[in-house]
C-alpha cells in the first residue's frame, strides 16, 4: 500500500520533533548522572561510603574507633556491604533520572533498568555463595 504523501511528511515531521527533543535531553541526561551521589553508613554509625552513579567510591569515612572494635576483616567485609549497597541506590537514582528526562520507554532508559536488574541478581546470587562456575 502506497501512503499518502502528506502522511509521510507529517510522519517525517514527527520523527525529526522527537529526535530534536532527545537532543536537547542528552546534556540535561549527562548532568543529572555526574550529579548522582548515594551514600550507605554502618549500622555502628562509624563507617560511610559514598558512590557516584557508576558505583565508583568517592568518598569513605572509618571512625578510628571501628577497626580497633571489630579488626580490619570485619570492617572491610562491611565496607564492601555498604558500598553494594549504596551502588544499588545509585542506580536506581540514575534510573530514575534517565526516565524522567528521556521518559521510561525510551531505549537508553529500559536498557538501564534492565542493567541494574542483571548486576542486583547477580550481586545476590554472589551473596548466597555462588560465582559464575557455580557454587563456591
Not at 57 to 75: M, S
Not at 80 to 102: C, N
Request: aromatic share 0%.
Amino acid at each position: 500500500m502506497i501512503e499518502e504523501p502528506d502522511d509521510v511528511i507529517a510522519r517525517i515531521d514527527d520523527d525529526i520533533r522527537r529526535v530534536q527533543q532527545r537532543a536537547e535531553a542528552l546534556p540535561k541526561l549527562q548532568a543529572a548522572v555526574d550529579a548522582v551521589r548515594e551514600t550507605a553508613r554502618g549500622e555502628r554509625r562509624d563507617l560511610l561510603v559514598e558512590v557516584d552513579a557508576s558505583g565508583r567510591l568517592t568518598r569513605l569515612e572509618i571512625d578510628d574507633d571501628a577497626v580497633a572494635d571489630r579488626g580490619g576483616r570485619a570492617v572491610s567485609a562491611e565496607i564492601l556491604a555498604l558500598i553494594s549497597t549504596a551502588t544499588r541506590g545509585a542506580r536506581a537514582k540514575t534510573v530514575a533520572a534517565t526516565e524522567e528526562l528521556l521518559g521510561a520507554g525510551d531505549p537508553i532508559a529500559a536498557k538501564l533498568q534492565a542493567d541494574a536488574e542483571a548486576q542486583d541478581a547477580a550481586s545476590a546470587a554472589r551473596a548466597r555463595g555462588w560465582t559464575e562456575g557455580g557454587p563456591r
